[in-house]
């Protein structure tokens, strides 16, 4: 049974970061492309970014060179590390795994969401 927890979601403000972590269980994050999400009220859920079981990384482009998505080993995480945060990033953030393939950024191509983490920039 896999699950994914979602943790360090936040209030900043703009200019600060933030790191979130996704602790997998039941699940070896290596093994597959895990995704960050996030979704704003009245949007649509939209991909942020994405590595692959290669350790190969993908970004939104308005997220490009501010966040860094990696896989810690010793705790069997995935963070997202997200600096010189904007208004606009303002959003429920979640954790996907079990990517069944096609494009990274679709939320329908993965099986397995965690509860969110909401975070907010001012």
């Known amino acids: 049974h896999v699950q994914l927890v979602e943790s360090g979601g936040g209030s900043v403000q703009a200019g600060g970061s933030l790191r979130l972590s996704c602790a997998a269980s039941?699940?070896?994050?290596?093994?597959?492309?895990v995704g960050w999400f996030r979704q704003a009220p009245g949007n649509d859920r939209e991909g942020v970014a994405s590595v692959g079981g290669d350790d190969s990384a993908r970004y939104l482009d308005s997220v490009q060179g501010r966040f860094t998505i990696g896989i810690d080993n010793a705790k069997k995480t995935v963070y997202l590390q997200m600096n010189s945060l904007k208004p606009e990033d303002t959003a429920m953030h979640y954790c996907a795994s079990k990517y069944t393939g096609g494009s990274w950024y679709r939320a329908a191509n993965f099986d397995v969401w965690g509860q969110g983490t909401q975070v907010t920039v001012s």
């Open positions: 039941g699940y070896d994050i290596n093994s597959n492309c």
